[in-house]
Structures are given as structure tokens and as C-alpha cells.
């Protein structure tokens, strides 16, 4: 006798959502995947940024801040201008377009020390020959964000490593970028249905699931 296995219907592990639409948001998913419905997703950002020395005036200290060349911008990632200051010649402070401290690091003056930023933005300070001085920094200014969904996967480094959704109805992306429906805030689904990468251990869906927890998106 044959045995048959059904797979995960559309909106099935749905159990509750805020009022209106407020819970769903259209996503692209990325081009390469092949997801079910219920499906746990991951955010993968890109766009348009570039660094340069800060616009007042040359630094007195001639080291860089070069940007990740894979993954420049992260989850959270915000359009503008993010300012990287040393605040005196070994504390740096970065800051996102609106203002906010994203992070504090502490680089030593010595030539090739570096400290490194992966929050929003992700980069590297270097020191070189002359060291930074109070004041010193750079512009990095951010101009066009793209987000796309992939399966969450903790091994990954693309931003998909961080549990941001599910999935409402099937998506085969296989061979392009497709559009389609996911809950990314206030609802509430069933763990037991939900669809996880397959292989990921207990501790790892923990993980995912404590991610969707901070997006407001329960699992009961």
C-alpha cells in the first residue's frame, strides 16, 4: 500500500494577525529558492552605499573604513547618511541617518589595528601610519535598499541567518526573483506546522524562533 504525505496548504500554520493587513507585506523571494508554504523566512539586504572621508574635511589620520564587499548592508539597514567619528583617538562612535548610535568601538592607535561594525552597516576602521585624531571619520551614505527573502538558515551570512517571517502560500523562485505574501509583525502561528530548513537542530529553531519573537510573530 502506497503511503501518501500531504504536503503544508497555504496559510495553514496561520492562527491569528492584527486587524487589516497590518500583519502581511508583499516580499520578493530570491532567485534560487524553491519554499512552501508556511515556510520560515530570512531577510537579505542589498542596495547602494558607498563610503568617503567625512564631508567637513580631510581626516588627520590616514587610515580607511572599507565596507563588507558581500553583505555592506544588514537587517535594519536605514536610507541616508551614517556617520563613523572618532570621539577621541581610540573611541568611535557610528551613527544611523537618523541619529542614533548604532555602535561604540574601541580601535587602538597603533598602524593596522582595526575594530570592526556589523550593525545596519557592516565595515571595517583601520588604522594607518598616522594615527585618527578626535574628530576624524567617515560618511557612508546609503541610497537605494533592497530587500529579499530566503529560507532562514543559521548557517548562512547573508542576513538569511536571522528568522524575519512566514511565508503565507508556496513560492518557486527557482529560476528568478518572484514575488509573493508573508506575516513579518503582530501574529501568531503554529509551531507544529511552521516549516523549517530541513536538518536545522533543536537549539537552531529555538534561535529562529526567539528571532520572530522580537518581530512580534508568536509561534503557539
Known amino acids: 500500500m502506497t503511503t501518501l504525505t500531504e504536503s503544508i496548504h497555504a496559510n495553514e500554520s496561520f492562527v491569528s494577525e492584527a486587524r487589516g493587513e497590518r500583519s502581511r507585506a508583499a516580499v520578493t523571494v530570491l532567485s534560487g529558492q524553491n519554499l512552501g508554504a508556511c515556510s520560515v523566512l530570512g531577510t537579505v539586504v542589498s542596495g547602494t552605499v558607498a563610503s568617503a572621508v567625512k564631508a567637513s574635511g580631510a581626516n588627520t589620520g590616514n587610515g580607511t573604513f572599507v565596507l563588507d564587499g558581500t553583505t555592506p548592508l544588514l537587517l ?4 541616508g547618511i551614517y556617520t563613523v567619528r572618532f570621539l577621541t583617538t581610540t573611541d568611535v562612535r557610528i551613527e544611523d541617518p537618523d541619529g542614533y548610535v548604532v555602535g561604540d568601538l574601541v580601535i587602538g592607535t597603533t ?10 552597516i557592516k ?5 594607518g601610519s598616522a594615527a585618527f585624531a578626535a574628530g576624524d571619520g567617515f560618511d557612508i551614505s546609503v541610497t537605494v535598499i533592497v530587500e529579499k527573502v530566503a529560507q532562514y538558515d543559521p548557517a548562512a551570512t547573508n542576513g538569511a541567518q536571522i528568522a524575519t517571517g512566514i511565508l503565507m502560500r508556496a513560492v518557486d523562485a527557482t529560476a528568478a526573483d518572484t514575488p509573493g505574501t508573508a506575516y513579518v509583525r503582530d ?12 536538518g536545522l537542530t533543536s537549539n537552531q529553531i529555538a534561535k529562529g524562533t526567539s528571532d520572530l519573537k522580537r518581530r512580534d510573530i508568536i509561534l503557539r
Not at 565595515?123 to 588604522?127: A, C, F, R, W
Not at 501574529?187 to 530541513?198: G, P
Open 187 to 198: 501574529c501568531e502561528h503554529n509551531a507544529d506546522i511552521v516549516v523549517w530548513k530541513t
Open 123 to 127: 565595515g571595517v576602521v583601520t588604522q
Open 76 to 79: 535594519g539597514t536605514k536610507l
Open 111 to 120: 598602524n593596522g589595528n582595526t575594530a570592526s561594525v556589523a550593525e545596519q
